[in-house]
Structures are given as C-alpha cells and as structure tokens.
C-alpha cells in the first residue's frame, strides 16, 4: 500500500499542474519520467476524469504502460 509523504504530495501537486497548464502528449511523457514510484493519478480532460495507477518499474514494463497511456487517452476523448 502506498503511503502518502510530502515527497509524494509533491509529485502529485506537480503532475495535476502539468495536467493543467500542458498538453495530453506531455502528460503522456509524465508516465514515464513518474514511473518509479506506485502512486494513483488522476488525469481530467473536458468531458472526464481518469483515474490511472502507475506501478514500479520492475514491475511494469515501460513500452506496455504507454500503449495503455495512449489507450485511456483515446478513451477520454472518445466518451
């Protein structure tokens, strides 16, 4: 289970400003450059909000973890 700490506050804070003032493709490298740590994200367009968990690393691979990324990005901008 995840513990919230101020680091991981921290990151959040930053990827929901990220979610805020850029695009989806920029959003889409967040995945990667975050990937590191287990934590939830939340992730909201126009019409919906998404909610997307990142694993570790040695966990999930990377190249999956973009395909489902662009998976839940088509998703938001279908429904």
């Known amino acids: 289970m995840f513990s919230i700490n101020k680091k991981s506050i921290i ?3 930053k990827i929901i400003i990220c979610v805020i ?3 989806q493709e920029y959003l889409f490298n967040l995945y990667v450059f975050y990937n590191s740590y287990s934590i939830t994200l ?8 998404i909610y997307y968990k990142i ?3 040695n966990k999930f691979h990377l190249s999956l973890m973009r395909k489902i990324s662009l998976i839940l990005i088509k998703k938001s901008f279908n429904n």
């Open 42 to 49: 939340i992730l909201s367009n126009v019409k919906n909000i």
């Open 11 to 13: 990151i959040i804070i």
């Open 55 to 57: 694993f570790k690393r």
């Open 21 to 23: 003032y850029t695009s």
